[in-house]
């Protein structure tokens, strides 16, 4: 997790750090911290919890940094050691500084050795030992991306680093190995680091996503890249990206998570539209990927998810069962990897992951690649580890979310898994009576209409104040339960976790069928249930659950169909779905369900007073296990 940027160029550097660690906050917010050239010295500004304090520093500070064009930024997600200013990175030993993104494995090893060598961390990090390691290199006489090279082989983990040094000034020199970290030559001079792209966007849209072992420097000579066992020169290409910077501002929303709601209608078409060939007239037709083509020849399919990716996920199984007719098991990518699952070569292994980093996905993915077992990466961030490492990728196209609460991107990905379920349904079409094969056609006109069912939903206004409405009524419930039934259930589960991670409420989401099997005794009047019974074949099953729940004294806020006039008279609160959804198909369903409970938490954590985007204790990419 944490946020990394370096410069080297002829920009000023502190005002160029700062933009990129704002993209990148989302990475990790406990500490953050800037070091730049200063007439040959490097100065650290660094403080314990957001950017805005360190902002708050340099603009009190006499330290003069306008014309320094050299320098590194960090945003922290704390592992070893706390989220205090000591800890925070730059860290500095004598003349090198540096910043680190990932875990030092061998880290008591090498602080042993160090203290034994008589050095003395400040610190309680990881991250700052490394700096002794290459300080000792330094004073041997090698240069600073040779005395980077030889540190990073006494190392063991996955991290990233990137180092500079009072003896090289306008020089700094990165790491990649394992975490990310991405590079780019700046059409105005010299180089930029970043751990993603969106840190680096108002550098440069070229963007060279760098390998697992690569040792790369930035100078005014621009990006350099090195082999990090044997420090020789390597090529590696640019991507031009789509993504501009725009994207990543606010754009008059309150927080991004509002926005990236407000998106998700052009972020499903965007991702329609990247996946889909329409031109030929054939329903769920997907371009001729090699990921398309592994998943189409296997017998079964496993898809490995972590947190709300794997809510799409299970969504994904109950499609895919239910129109392509292939087994598909969905598991937490966190038990599936230290399991011993039943898969072969036949099988196909799915990772799904918006961020493309999370651990224990790529765990997987790792691992069957070393058994032969073919695997696709399904995420949102070209370039990603899982992009680079699954034997072939699919990208949905969200664009940058900056949230921490999954919202587009979730909603991305199920266009992405429809889409899939579409065309292997299509693909296994002869094995469908008539009327499946007429449903798959429908179903395929029907996703077109969707982005502008949910576009005039969102816009016409009357979801933000239902929402608003049923958050200022229920927000000091004692906790939430989320029910739903087939394809709802998946969305009941997202609904609680959102509510968990923005509000800090304790929420559940449970298929309505397992209430009665325990989680009923904590139904009393101080709970919400939140019923989502849209008009599907599950509709009346829900509706038992319901008034079992209520006989029980619980509030009841119901999501239903606009025309449910019946369901809407047994709830205390209701917002109605978009009209004319009771003509499209159930699976769509929860396309229009999804932006109802984000909205939902989305108002009950601002009542609450918490920070909507960057929630406590979490990070964007979880890149530790
Ligand atoms: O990048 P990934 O999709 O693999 O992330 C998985 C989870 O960490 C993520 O979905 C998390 O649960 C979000 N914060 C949910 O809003």
Not at 93 to 107: A, D, K, Q
Not at 243 to 255: C, I, M, R
Not at 357 to 364: I, K, M, S
Not at 403 to 412: D, I, L, M, N, Q
Request: contains cysteine; proline residues 4%; charged residues 25%.
């Amino acid at each position: 997790m944490c946020g990394i940027v370096g410069y080297v160029g002829n920009r000023p550097v502190v005002d160029l750090l700062i933009q990129g660690l704002r993209h990148l906050e989302y990475r990790g917010y406990d500490s953050a911290g800037v070091a730049f050239f200063r007439d040959g010295i490097i100065e650290i500004e660094k403080s314990e919890g957001r950017l805005v304090h360190v902002e708050k520093l340099l603009a009190e500070s006499s330290k003069v940094f306008q014309g320094s064009k050299c320098g590194i930024g960090h945003t922290r997600w704390a592992t070893h050691g706390k989220p205090t200013t000591q800890n925070a990175h730059p860290h500095r030993t004598g003349h090198v500084v540096l910043v680190h993104n990932g875990i030092i494995e061998n880290y008591q090893e090498v602080r042993k050795q160090i203290l034994e060598r008589g050095h003395r961390p400040l610190s309680e990090t990881d991250s700052e030992l490394f700096g002794f390691l290459v300080l000792e290199e330094m004073n041997r006489g090698l240069g600073l991306r040779e005395s980077v090279r030889k540190s990073f082989l006494k190392i063991r983990g996955s991290c990233t680093m990137v180092v500079m040094s009072e003896k090289e000034p306008g020089v700094v020199v990165g790491v990649r190995n394992g975490t990310p970290l991405v590079a780019a030559n700046d059409p105005l001079g010299g180089g930029v680091f970043a751990s993603d792209a969106q840190g680096l966007l108002h550098v440069s849209k070229n963007v060279v996503f760098l390998e697992h072992g690569d040792l790369a420097e930035i100078s005014e000579k621009g990006l350099e890249v090195f082999d990090l066992k044997t420090g020789k020169t390597i090529q590696r290409n640019a991507t031009l990206l789509d993504w501009s910077v725009e994207q990543l501002d606010k754009q008059g929303h309150a927080h991004y998570m509002l926005k990236e709601i407000y998106e998700q209608p052009s972020s499903l078409m965007d991702t329609l539209n990247a996946l889909v060939e329409r031109s030929n007239g054939i329903p769920f037709s997907l371009a001729h990927q090699p990921a398309v083509k592994l998943i189409e020849n296997a017998r079964d399919i496993h898809i490995v998810a972590c947190g709300t990716s794997w809510h799409a996920a299970l969504l994904a199984k109950y499609w895919m069962e239910k129109w392509a007719r292939i087994p598909v098991n969905v598991e937490l990518a966190s038990e599936f990897r230290y399991r011993d699952p039943v898969v072969g070569k036949s099988s196909i292994i799915i990772g799904l992951a918006q961020s493309g980093e999370t651990a224990d996905t790529l765990a997987v993915i790792r691992k069957a690649r070393a058994a032969g077992i073919p695997t696709v990466g399904i995420t949102n961030i070209r370039g990603s580890t899982i992009s680079r490492e699954a034997d072939a990728v699919l990208y949905m196209a969200a664009g940058p979310e900056v949230g921490v609460a999954a919202t587009k991107t979730f909603t991305a990905q199920l266009m992405t898994l429809l889409v899939l379920t579409g065309h292997l349904a299509v693909k296994n079409s002869q094995a469908h009576p008539d009327d499946q094969v007429q449903g798959i056609q429908k179903l395929f006109e029907q996703v077109i209409q969707m982005p502008h069912l949910l576009a005039d939903y969102l816009e016409a206004g009357k979801l933000a104040k239902d929402t608003k409405k049923a958050a200022r009524a229920l927000k000091d419930s004692r906790g939430f339960f989320f029910i739903g039934r087939g394809f709802s259930f998946p969305i009941a589960l997202e609904g609680a976790l959102k509510l968990k991670e923005i509000a800090y409420i304790h929420a559940e989401g449970y298929a309505g069928g397992e209430l009665k099997h325990g989680p009923i005794a904590m139904i009393d009047q101080e709970m919400t249930v939140v019923v989502l019974a849209p008009l599907d074949i599950w509709r009346e099953k829900t509706v038992s659950n319901l008034e079992e729940v209520k006989a029980r004294g619980a509030r009841i806020l119901g999501i239903g169909d606009a025309s449910d006039l019946v369901l809407q008279s047994l709830c205390d609160h209701w917002i109605a779905l978009p009209p004319g959804l009771d003509k499209i198909d159930s699976s769509l369903f929860p396309l229009a369900l999804t932006p109802v409970v984000q909205l939902l938490s989305y108002e009950i954590a601002l009542l609450k007073g918490t920070d909507v985007d960057k929630p406590r204790n979490l990070a964007k990419s979880v890149t530790v296990e």
